[in-house]
Protein backbone atom coordinates (compact mmCIF):
# COMPACT_ATOMS: atom_id res chain seq x y z
CA UNK A 1 0.00 0.00 0.00
CA UNK A 2 1.52 3.38 -0.72
CA UNK A 3 2.48 5.93 2.01
CA UNK A 4 0.53 8.66 2.12
CA UNK A 5 1.64 12.35 3.71
CA UNK A 6 0.19 13.30 6.51
CA UNK A 7 -1.90 16.59 7.89
CA UNK A 8 -0.33 18.49 10.69
CA UNK A 9 -3.71 20.79 12.61
CA UNK A 10 -2.73 22.68 15.70
CA UNK A 11 -5.36 24.51 17.41
CA UNK A 12 -4.28 27.68 19.00
CA UNK A 13 -6.60 28.86 21.87
CA UNK A 14 -6.55 32.38 21.61
CA UNK A 15 -7.59 32.80 25.10
CA UNK A 16 -4.24 31.48 26.34
CA UNK A 17 -2.03 32.25 23.23
CA UNK A 18 -0.35 35.76 22.82
CA UNK A 19 -1.29 35.31 19.00
CA UNK A 20 2.33 36.79 17.13
CA UNK A 21 4.76 35.33 19.74
CA UNK A 22 3.12 31.95 20.28
CA UNK A 23 2.46 31.07 17.07
CA UNK A 24 5.93 31.21 16.11
CA UNK A 25 7.07 29.01 18.82
CA UNK A 26 4.26 26.47 18.41
CA UNK A 27 5.07 26.51 14.39
CA UNK A 28 9.08 25.90 15.46
CA UNK A 29 8.34 22.88 16.96
CA UNK A 30 6.44 20.88 13.70
CA UNK A 31 9.13 21.39 11.10
CA UNK A 32 7.91 17.78 9.97
CA UNK A 33 6.31 19.71 6.61
CA UNK A 34 9.90 20.02 5.35
CA UNK A 35 10.14 16.79 4.33
CA UNK A 36 7.64 17.58 1.39
CA UNK A 37 4.79 15.58 2.05
CA UNK A 38 2.96 17.24 5.20
CA UNK A 39 0.50 19.87 5.47
CA UNK A 40 0.91 21.76 8.65
CA UNK A 41 -2.49 23.38 9.25
CA UNK A 42 -2.50 25.84 12.33
CA UNK A 43 -6.20 27.29 13.46
CA UNK A 44 -7.71 28.56 16.03
CA UNK A 45 -10.57 27.01 18.20
CA UNK A 46 -14.60 27.31 17.64
CA UNK A 47 -16.01 30.13 19.10
CA UNK A 48 -18.50 29.26 21.75
CA UNK A 49 -20.95 31.93 21.97
CA UNK A 50 -23.67 33.36 23.58
CA UNK A 51 -21.36 34.50 26.84
CA UNK A 52 -22.48 37.57 28.61
CA UNK A 53 -20.87 39.86 31.49
CA UNK A 54 -22.67 38.29 34.48
CA UNK A 55 -20.69 40.41 36.88
CA UNK A 56 -17.57 41.62 38.11
CA UNK A 57 -16.00 40.97 41.82
CA UNK A 58 -13.13 44.08 41.72
CA UNK A 59 -12.28 43.24 45.38
CA UNK A 60 -12.10 39.46 44.95
CA UNK A 61 -10.80 40.05 41.19
CA UNK A 62 -13.03 38.01 39.19
CA UNK A 63 -15.75 38.37 36.36
CA UNK A 64 -18.27 36.27 36.14
CA UNK A 65 -19.94 34.03 32.83
CA UNK A 66 -22.63 32.43 32.22
CA UNK A 67 -23.00 30.75 28.70
CA UNK A 68 -26.16 31.57 27.20
CA UNK A 69 -26.33 28.39 24.26
CA UNK A 70 -24.81 25.10 25.03
CA UNK A 71 -22.76 24.89 21.68
CA UNK A 72 -20.00 26.47 19.04
CA UNK A 73 -20.94 29.50 17.07
CA UNK A 74 -20.42 29.29 13.26
CA UNK A 75 -17.95 32.67 13.04
CA UNK A 76 -15.07 32.04 10.74
CA UNK A 77 -11.41 31.42 11.79
CA UNK A 78 -8.22 32.27 10.52
CA UNK A 79 -5.77 29.40 9.86
CA UNK A 80 -2.40 29.46 8.54
CA UNK A 81 -0.68 26.46 6.50
CA UNK A 82 2.61 25.23 5.42
CA UNK A 83 4.01 22.75 3.23
CA UNK A 84 2.64 21.08 -0.02
CA UNK A 85 -0.74 21.55 -0.87
CA UNK A 86 -1.20 24.35 1.80
CA UNK A 87 -2.50 26.47 -0.96
CA UNK A 88 -5.94 24.92 -0.26
CA UNK A 89 -6.20 25.46 3.29
CA UNK A 90 -5.65 29.33 3.79
CA UNK A 91 -7.76 31.71 4.60
CA UNK A 92 -10.35 32.40 6.99
CA UNK A 93 -13.49 30.46 7.07
CA UNK A 94 -15.51 27.83 9.44
CA UNK A 95 -13.40 25.27 11.38
CA UNK A 96 -15.31 22.91 10.42
CA UNK A 97 -14.15 23.01 6.92
CA UNK A 98 -11.01 21.71 7.47
CA UNK A 99 -11.66 18.48 7.81
CA UNK A 100 -13.75 18.69 3.84
CA UNK A 101 -10.53 20.73 2.51
CA UNK A 102 -8.03 17.44 4.12
CA UNK A 103 -10.32 15.07 2.32
CA UNK A 104 -10.92 16.71 -0.59
CA UNK A 105 -6.55 17.02 -1.12
CA UNK A 106 -6.14 13.03 0.02
CA UNK A 107 -8.45 11.79 -2.00
CA UNK A 108 -8.27 14.17 -5.26
CA UNK A 109 -8.52 12.52 -8.42
CA UNK A 110 -5.79 9.46 -8.53
CA UNK A 111 -4.65 11.55 -5.52
CA UNK A 112 -1.75 12.73 -7.47
CA UNK A 113 -2.52 17.02 -7.53
CA UNK A 114 0.70 17.74 -5.65
CA UNK A 115 3.76 19.00 -7.52
CA UNK A 116 6.86 17.57 -8.20
CA UNK A 117 9.85 17.48 -9.82
CA UNK A 118 12.49 15.16 -11.70
CA UNK A 119 16.22 15.28 -13.19
CA UNK A 120 17.31 15.32 -16.99
CA UNK A 121 20.97 14.79 -17.00
CA UNK A 122 22.77 14.90 -20.74
CA UNK A 123 25.90 14.40 -22.77
CA UNK A 124 27.72 13.13 -19.82
CA UNK A 125 30.19 11.89 -22.64
CA UNK A 126 33.36 10.44 -20.74
CA UNK A 127 36.19 10.79 -22.73
CA UNK A 128 35.25 13.97 -24.84
CA UNK A 129 37.55 16.23 -22.74
CA UNK A 130 40.99 14.23 -23.47
CA UNK A 131 39.90 13.35 -27.18
CA UNK A 132 39.48 9.43 -25.42
CA UNK A 133 42.66 9.59 -23.71
CA UNK A 134 41.35 9.59 -20.34
CA UNK A 135 37.73 11.36 -18.27
CA UNK A 136 38.96 12.58 -15.34
CA UNK A 137 36.91 16.14 -15.80
CA UNK A 138 34.00 13.74 -16.34
CA UNK A 139 34.33 11.96 -13.86
CA UNK A 140 34.40 14.96 -11.51
CA UNK A 141 31.39 16.86 -12.94
CA UNK A 142 29.25 13.77 -13.00
CA UNK A 143 29.91 12.60 -9.60
CA UNK A 144 29.72 16.21 -8.61
CA UNK A 145 26.34 16.02 -10.24
CA UNK A 146 25.18 13.08 -8.79
CA UNK A 147 26.09 14.25 -4.85
CA UNK A 148 22.99 16.89 -5.73
CA UNK A 149 20.52 14.95 -7.18
CA UNK A 150 20.66 12.78 -3.81
CA UNK A 151 20.55 15.56 -1.95
CA UNK A 152 17.59 16.88 -3.78
CA UNK A 153 15.74 13.46 -3.91
CA UNK A 154 13.68 14.09 -7.57
CA UNK A 155 11.34 11.72 -8.49
CA UNK A 156 13.13 9.95 -11.28
CA UNK A 157 16.18 10.73 -13.32
CA UNK A 158 16.19 10.66 -17.04
CA UNK A 159 19.29 10.70 -18.96
CA UNK A 160 18.70 11.85 -22.47
CA UNK A 161 22.20 10.16 -24.36
CA UNK A 162 25.90 10.07 -24.80
CA UNK A 163 26.99 8.47 -21.69
CA UNK A 164 30.59 8.28 -23.65
CA UNK A 165 32.28 9.66 -26.21
CA UNK A 166 33.35 5.62 -28.04
CA UNK A 167 30.45 3.39 -27.98
CA UNK A 168 33.60 0.68 -28.01
CA UNK A 169 35.77 1.96 -24.87
CA UNK A 170 34.52 -0.24 -22.32
CA UNK A 171 36.36 2.11 -19.30
CA UNK A 172 34.34 4.95 -20.42
CA UNK A 173 31.39 2.66 -20.05
CA UNK A 174 32.39 1.35 -16.97
CA UNK A 175 33.24 4.57 -15.33
CA UNK A 176 29.77 6.23 -16.14
CA UNK A 177 28.27 2.91 -14.79
CA UNK A 178 30.10 3.45 -11.87
CA UNK A 179 28.86 6.69 -10.85
CA UNK A 180 25.74 6.42 -12.03
CA UNK A 181 24.88 3.08 -9.41
CA UNK A 182 25.56 5.96 -6.92
CA UNK A 183 22.42 7.55 -7.30
CA UNK A 184 19.91 7.01 -4.87
CA UNK A 185 18.40 3.65 -5.30
CA UNK A 186 15.23 5.16 -4.81
CA UNK A 187 15.92 7.62 -7.72
CA UNK A 188 14.68 5.49 -10.80
CA UNK A 189 16.92 6.33 -13.33
CA UNK A 190 16.13 6.22 -17.02
CA UNK A 191 18.13 5.94 -20.49
CA UNK A 192 17.75 7.12 -24.14
CA UNK A 193 20.44 6.67 -26.50
CA UNK A 194 22.86 9.57 -28.34
CA UNK A 195 25.01 9.12 -31.02
CA UNK A 196 27.99 8.58 -29.31
CA UNK A 197 26.45 5.07 -27.52
CA UNK A 198 24.93 3.72 -30.29
CA UNK A 199 26.54 5.15 -33.22
CA UNK A 200 25.29 8.01 -35.99
CA UNK A 201 24.33 4.85 -37.91
CA UNK A 202 22.76 2.53 -35.81
CA UNK A 203 22.65 -1.17 -37.32
CA UNK A 204 21.44 -4.71 -35.33
CA UNK A 205 24.95 -5.16 -33.87
CA UNK A 206 25.54 -1.68 -32.33
CA UNK A 207 21.45 -1.78 -31.36
CA UNK A 208 21.85 -5.00 -29.31
CA UNK A 209 25.32 -3.82 -28.31
CA UNK A 210 24.46 -0.53 -26.65
CA UNK A 211 21.15 -3.14 -25.37
CA UNK A 212 23.34 -5.30 -23.39
CA UNK A 213 25.37 -2.30 -21.86
CA UNK A 214 22.21 -0.52 -21.01
CA UNK A 215 18.94 -2.95 -21.10
CA UNK A 216 16.96 -0.84 -23.57
CA UNK A 217 16.67 1.80 -26.13
CA UNK A 218 13.18 3.23 -25.08
CA UNK A 219 10.44 3.04 -21.74
CA UNK A 220 7.52 4.57 -21.25
CA UNK A 221 6.21 4.87 -17.44
CA UNK A 222 3.15 6.34 -16.04
CA UNK A 223 4.24 8.48 -13.04
CA UNK A 224 1.26 10.54 -10.97
CA UNK A 225 -1.32 10.66 -13.91
CA UNK A 226 1.62 11.62 -16.41
CA UNK A 227 2.71 9.82 -19.44
CA UNK A 228 6.50 10.05 -19.44
CA UNK A 229 8.33 8.16 -23.08
CA UNK A 230 11.87 8.39 -24.46
CA UNK A 231 12.97 6.29 -27.52
CA UNK A 232 15.80 6.45 -29.90
CA UNK A 233 16.48 9.64 -31.93
CA UNK A 234 19.46 7.96 -33.52
CA UNK A 235 17.68 6.01 -36.02
CA UNK A 236 15.24 8.73 -36.55
CA UNK A 237 18.36 10.95 -37.56
CA UNK A 238 19.78 8.30 -40.00
CA UNK A 239 16.76 7.21 -41.49
CA UNK A 240 17.45 3.99 -40.68
CA UNK A 241 14.11 2.35 -42.27
CA UNK A 242 12.94 -0.63 -40.65
CA UNK A 243 13.93 0.73 -36.96
CA UNK A 244 12.51 3.34 -37.31
CA UNK A 245 8.96 2.46 -38.72
CA UNK A 246 8.91 -0.34 -35.87
CA UNK A 247 9.87 2.48 -33.03
CA UNK A 248 7.63 5.10 -35.23
CA UNK A 249 4.48 2.20 -34.66
CA UNK A 250 5.50 1.49 -30.89
CA UNK A 251 4.85 5.36 -30.18
CA UNK A 252 1.99 5.17 -31.45
CA UNK A 253 0.69 2.53 -29.34
CA UNK A 254 2.40 4.05 -26.52
CA UNK A 255 0.77 7.54 -26.94
CA UNK A 256 -2.38 5.86 -27.57
CA UNK A 257 -2.69 4.47 -24.00
CA UNK A 258 -1.79 8.14 -22.30
CA UNK A 259 -5.20 9.99 -23.76
CA UNK A 260 -6.01 9.95 -20.46
CA UNK A 261 -2.88 11.04 -19.03
CA UNK A 262 -2.41 14.50 -17.31
CA UNK A 263 0.33 15.54 -19.39
CA UNK A 264 2.59 13.65 -21.71
CA UNK A 265 6.24 14.22 -21.77
CA UNK A 266 9.05 12.96 -24.12
CA UNK A 267 13.00 12.57 -24.22
CA UNK A 268 15.35 11.70 -26.86
CA UNK A 269 18.82 12.58 -27.32
CA UNK A 270 18.52 14.70 -30.74
CA UNK A 271 16.04 17.79 -30.77
CA UNK A 272 13.50 18.06 -33.85
CA UNK A 273 14.62 21.31 -34.38
CA UNK A 274 16.56 24.21 -32.28
CA UNK A 275 15.08 26.93 -33.42
CA UNK A 276 12.83 26.93 -35.75
CA UNK A 277 10.49 24.48 -37.80
CA UNK A 278 11.84 25.13 -41.27
CA UNK A 279 15.41 25.31 -40.18
CA UNK A 280 17.92 23.08 -42.95
CA UNK A 281 18.87 19.68 -41.47
CA UNK A 282 22.60 19.65 -39.37
CA UNK A 283 24.71 17.80 -37.46
CA UNK A 284 22.20 19.26 -34.36
CA UNK A 285 18.51 18.32 -35.75
CA UNK A 286 16.84 15.83 -37.37
CA UNK A 287 15.92 15.99 -41.16
CA UNK A 288 12.46 17.98 -42.22
CA UNK A 289 10.39 14.66 -43.45
CA UNK A 290 10.98 12.51 -39.96
CA UNK A 291 10.73 15.86 -38.27
CA UNK A 292 6.94 16.76 -39.48
CA UNK A 293 6.03 13.42 -39.11
CA UNK A 294 6.91 12.82 -35.79
CA UNK A 295 6.00 16.55 -34.60
CA UNK A 296 2.86 16.16 -36.27
CA UNK A 297 1.98 12.75 -34.24
CA UNK A 298 3.33 14.30 -30.91
CA UNK A 299 0.73 17.42 -31.22
CA UNK A 300 -2.40 15.21 -32.60
CA UNK A 301 -1.75 13.31 -29.20
CA UNK A 302 -0.97 16.49 -27.04
CA UNK A 303 2.70 15.83 -26.25
CA UNK A 304 3.23 18.66 -23.65
CA UNK A 305 7.01 18.88 -24.02
CA UNK A 306 9.87 17.13 -25.58
CA UNK A 307 13.22 16.81 -23.62
CA UNK A 308 16.57 16.27 -25.61
CA UNK A 309 20.29 16.59 -25.36
CA UNK A 310 23.09 16.45 -27.81
CA UNK A 311 24.07 20.09 -28.19
CA UNK A 312 25.73 21.12 -25.71
CA UNK A 313 23.58 24.21 -24.77
CA UNK A 314 20.63 25.05 -24.37
CA UNK A 315 17.72 26.02 -26.51
CA UNK A 316 14.44 26.33 -26.78
CA UNK A 317 11.60 26.42 -29.51
CA UNK A 318 7.35 25.44 -30.14
CA UNK A 319 5.48 23.39 -32.67
CA UNK A 320 2.07 25.03 -31.92
CA UNK A 321 1.49 24.72 -27.98
CA UNK A 322 4.18 22.23 -27.35
CA UNK A 323 7.72 22.99 -25.99
CA UNK A 324 10.76 22.07 -27.30
CA UNK A 325 13.52 22.01 -24.48
CA UNK A 326 17.36 21.16 -25.66
CA UNK A 327 19.64 21.19 -22.71
CA UNK A 328 22.94 21.70 -22.04
CA UNK A 329 25.87 18.76 -21.35
CA UNK A 330 26.55 18.00 -17.64
CA UNK A 331 29.97 16.88 -19.54
CA UNK A 332 31.68 19.17 -21.55
CA UNK A 333 30.04 22.65 -22.69
CA UNK A 334 30.19 23.58 -26.25
CA UNK A 335 28.91 27.14 -25.58
CA UNK A 336 27.80 29.69 -22.57
CA UNK A 337 26.14 27.31 -20.08
CA UNK A 338 28.54 25.43 -17.79
CA UNK A 339 27.96 21.88 -17.06
CA UNK A 340 24.98 21.28 -15.14
CA UNK A 341 21.51 19.82 -15.29
CA UNK A 342 17.76 20.30 -15.71
CA UNK A 343 15.02 20.80 -13.24
CA UNK A 344 11.83 20.12 -14.60
CA UNK A 345 9.00 20.83 -12.03
CA UNK A 346 5.60 18.92 -13.14
CA UNK A 347 2.30 21.05 -11.80
CA UNK A 348 -1.15 19.62 -12.70
CA UNK A 349 -1.27 22.64 -15.17
CA UNK A 350 1.90 22.97 -16.48
CA UNK A 351 5.40 22.18 -16.68
CA UNK A 352 8.40 24.49 -15.73
CA UNK A 353 11.85 23.75 -16.27
CA UNK A 354 15.25 25.60 -15.46
CA UNK A 355 18.52 24.43 -16.28
CA UNK A 356 21.55 25.30 -13.58
CA UNK A 357 24.92 25.31 -13.78
CA UNK A 358 26.67 22.41 -11.05
CA UNK A 359 27.86 25.42 -8.96
CA UNK A 360 24.03 26.98 -8.94
CA UNK A 361 21.56 24.18 -7.95
CA UNK A 362 19.26 25.40 -5.39
CA UNK A 363 19.42 24.25 -1.87
CA UNK A 364 16.09 23.30 -2.08
CA UNK A 365 12.99 23.06 -4.17
CA UNK A 366 10.40 25.09 -4.07
CA UNK A 367 6.98 25.52 -5.83
CA UNK A 368 5.07 28.30 -6.55
CA UNK A 369 1.25 28.27 -6.78
CA UNK A 370 -0.55 29.98 -9.58
Request: include cysteine; aromatic fraction near 14%.
Amino acid sequence: MKKLGFFLTILIIALFLKAQDNYKDVTSNYKVYKEGETVSVITDYHKTGGMPNAGVDLQAGSVTGVFGIGGHTAVKVPAFDYGLGSEKFVGIYENTAIFEKTMSLLFSKNGHNHPYFFIQVTDPQFGMFENNNGFEKETYLYEKSVKEINRLKPDFVVITGDFVNDPKDMSQIAEFKRITVKIDSKIPVYYTPGNHDIGKIPDYLSINSYIKNYGYDKFAFKHKNSQFIGFNSCIIKANTPDFEQRQYDWLKKMLAKSKKARHIIIFCHYQFFVKSFDEPETYSNIGILNREKYLTLFDANKVKVVFSGHLHNNAYAKFGEMELVTTSAVGKPMAKAPSGFRIVKVYSDRIESVYYGLDEIPESITFDQK
